[in-house]
């Protein structure tokens, strides 16, 4: 699968539905020597690349009602919707151990997408930069208003989604000729503008380049759908999406509505596994 790229969406909770992707890739073998993900598709990628089948799922449907996961005492208190502390540190460390080991060793490519709060455009850390990988995947999870400003090497960054939400062209950029796509959207989603532009600009008043970012999300995140399908129509892009539109908020909470996206997830990745395999 050389010069093969995988593509991963964020989407927050929406993401279990690639968790139940991801496993079904790693119970058929499948492990691209590319992978670029942004927030909760590069939380899921991370354990993907460690081999870790299950893990995504146990970490975002079994520990969502913890407080220390969600909390909205938390957004008071901390600033912080989801403990970030608890899901980047405590978790990977203590309660659902994250193989360092096989993550480091690995031979693919992992590419995380961030924000600059200060030039408002993406920076991508290599999972090789000397810099903690959980960090890195802490910032690109970091969602504007909700979560704290991360700041990495004198740079301060929020989530990857803002500037860069699905990195196909990041990843074309890279070398690969053909990629696989992991969306969170159904087919017919079309991203509408931003409402929050007061709030916004009240929150991040040192920031106008980041607010003029999420001004025009929109039309950057619909022009990639664009572009994604120009590169299916060449017959460049394999694209796992799922088939409806998703019950599904991006704090969810409800732990059947996960499990049941999750198996979504698999479930979709699997019937079109003989597709994908020719595809590739």
Do not use: W
Not at 63 to 78: A, H, I, T
Not at 82 to 101: H, K
Not at 226 to 232: A, F, Q, S, T, V
Not at 259 to 276: F, N, Q, T
Request: glycine share 8%.
């Amino acid at each position: 699968m050389n010069n093969i790229g995988l593509v991963l969406e964020g989407g927050g909770m929406r993401g279990v539905y690639t968790s139940g992707v991801l496993d079904y890739f790693m119970d058929e073998n499948l492990y691209f020597p590319y992978v670029i993900g942004v927030s909760m598709g590069a939380c899921n990628a991370a354990s993907y690349i460690s081999k870790q089948r299950g893990r995504n799922k146990i970490v975002n449907i079994e520990y969502v009602n913890d407080k220390r996961y969600l909390s909205y005492r938390g957004l008071l208190r901390d600033k912080s919707l989801f403990g970030m502390d608890f899901i980047f540190d405590y978790i990977p460390n203590n309660l659902t151990p994250f193989d360092f080991d096989t993550y480091i060793n690995s031979e693919q490519k992992f590419i995380i997408v961030t924000t600059d709060c200060e030039t408002g455009k993406p920076v991508y850390f290599n999972k090789d930069d000397d810099v903690d990988t959980l960090k890195i995947i802490r910032a690109s999870s970091s969602l504007p208003f909700i979560s704290q400003i991360v700041e990495i090497k004198g740079k301060k960054l929020l989530d990857g989604g803002i500037t860069d939400s699905i990195p196909v062209k990041k990843a074309i950029e890279d070398g690969n000729e053909k990629l696989v796509v992991v969306l969170t959207r159904d087919s017919e989603y079309i991203k509408k503008p931003f409402k929050m532009k007061r709030l916004a600009k009240r929150v991040y008043s040192k920031y106008p380049n980041l607010v003029n970012a999420m001004l025009e999300r929109h039309i950057m995140y619909n022009n990639t759908l664009e572009y994604i399908r120009e590169l299916e129509s060449q017959g460049k892009a394999f694209v796992i999406r799922p088939s409806h539109p998703l019950n599904v908020g991006r704090v969810e909470r409800n732990q059947d509505k996960l499990r049941k996206l999750y198996e979504m997830g698999y479930e979709e990745a699997k019937a079109c596994g003989s597709k994908l395999k020719e595809f590739l």
